[in-house]
């Protein structure tokens, strides 16, 4: 039976293959504090998570969207993008938010209905605002991407500089007629795109192997992408085959990448996994924890406990300052969501706006 692409074995050990050679060679990269920061980025995320559902489940938030067992696969995602680089997240890209300059506080914004958007991608390192709609942004991150091909912004050869996007969504979002179309576009005008497709194994109740009896990856193929199947809980093997494609897309070779993970908890705090899966699936995937497999192999390579200990406190101490600041934080003004629609004044939105006022007012102190 085929295998993704794997680095490190469920226990944290190298996996050293003659098939898995190239992708040992690129991860090599990767140096000892670049890895070491990879973990503490994923324990950071987690803890943050974590504390995230726990203000949903204490009437503080209105939703949560968990990403507890990817963090893997969106930790090697995020070292593989280059600065220059554009991403389209949907909704459970914690991670790469995080790593891009989105704060704690901007996430939960989202979630507590304090903001209508969420941030702007021009101070964030190209993040692009959360997509709520299933797989609506497939079709925007390959516009966008197509924009950079027609900006002759790629295709020179020089990959510190050639720009590329990535757009993320999970195993659900791919049996939406816009992933398909996304598909279709960037492998016809060769659109500088990854799309980075999370198997998690639920789309809410409904399982992968329900929804494609083909495997993702062999199914970009039929578009004319080149596709990866990489083991998701791996960081390692997450990094080095995203950053091959995001480079070759830079030179007009669109790919396609289905990271074999699992998520952990719910689908959102509004789901309730227990109906539809076992425990005994669950703890199989426990066992391939990428945080726990990542912090083997950095002790591997002398990293003390002591050290991993210290990266996981200031995550807890980050998660619980996130906590106090969003229990603080007062709500934002309903009227600002006509400030941000246009770039510059637009009547429209100042009509609309007084009409808000001019109705809020009719509520007398109680609006």
């Known amino acids: 039976m085929?295998?993704?692409i794997r680095l490190l074995d469920a226990d944290g050990s190298l996996v050293e293959t003659d098939a898995n050679a190239p992708w040992r060679e690129l991860s090599a990269q990767l140096s000892v504090d670049d890895r070491l920061a990879m973990h503490g980025e994923m324990v950071r995320t987690r803890s943050f998570d974590i504390e995230a559902g726990h203000l949903q489940r204490q009437g503080k938030l209105g939703l949560w969207v968990p990403s507890i067992g990817q963090e893997g696969a969106q930790v090697g995602a995020a070292w593989a993008a280059r600065d220059q680089d554009t991403i389209f997240p949907s909704y459970r890209?914690?991670?790469?938010?995080?790593?891009?300059?989105?704060?704690?506080q901007q996430i939960i914004d989202i979630f507590r209905g304090a903001r209508h958007g969420g941030w702007n991608p021009l101070e964030v390192r190209g993040m692009r605002i959360y997509s709520l709609v299933i797989a609506t942004h497939a079709l925007h991150s390959t516009g966008y991407a197509m924009g950079i091909r027609l900006d002759g912004a790629c295709g020179t050869g020089d990959a510190s500089t050639d720009e590329a996007v990535m757009a993320f969504y999970g195993d659900g979002a791919a049996s939406q007629g816009d992933a398909s179309e996304g598909l279709v576009f960037a492998a016809s005008y060769r659109a500088p795109i990854v799309f980075f497709?999370?198997?998690?194994?639920?789309?809410?109740?409904?399982?992968?192997?329900?929804?494609s009896r083909f495997p993702l990856h062999e199914r970009a193929r039929g578009f004319g992408l080149g596709a990866a199947w990489v083991d998701g809980n791996d960081p390692l093997a997450s990094f080095a085959v995203t950053r091959r494609m995001l480079d070759a897309a830079r030179q007009g070779e669109p790919g396609y990448i289905e990271a074999d993970t699992y998520r952990m908890g719910a689908h959102t705090t509004s789901d309730d996994p227990t109906r539809y899966r076992t425990s005994d699936e669950e703890e199989s995937w426990r066992r391939r924890d990428?945080?726990?497999?990542?912090?083997?192999?950095?002790?591997?390579?002398?990293?003390t406990d002591a050290l991993l200990a210290?990266?996981?406190?200031?995550?807890?101490?980050?998660?619980?300052?996130?906590?106090?600041?969003?229990?603080?934080?007062?709500?934002?003004?309903?009227?600002?969501?006509?400030d941000f629609v246009y770039a510059e004044p637009h009547p429209l939105m100042t009509e609309q706006k007084r009409q808000l006022a001019e109705f809020e007012a009719g509520f007398g102190s109680d609006a």
């Open 2 to 4: 085929p295998e993704p």
């Open 310 to 338: 210290e990266q996981q406190q200031q995550a807890d101490d980050l998660a619980a300052d996130m906590r106090r600041e969003a229990l603080a934080a007062g709500v934002a003004a309903s009227d600002d969501i006509f």
């Open 290 to 303: 990428p945080i726990a497999r990542l912090a083997t192999h950095l002790r591997a390579l002398g990293v």
């Open 197 to 211: 497709v999370q198997n998690n194994k639920w789309a809410i109740s409904v399982p992968s192997t329900r929804q």
């Open 93 to 104: 890209e914690h991670l790469l938010a995080l790593h891009r300059g989105v704060t704690m």
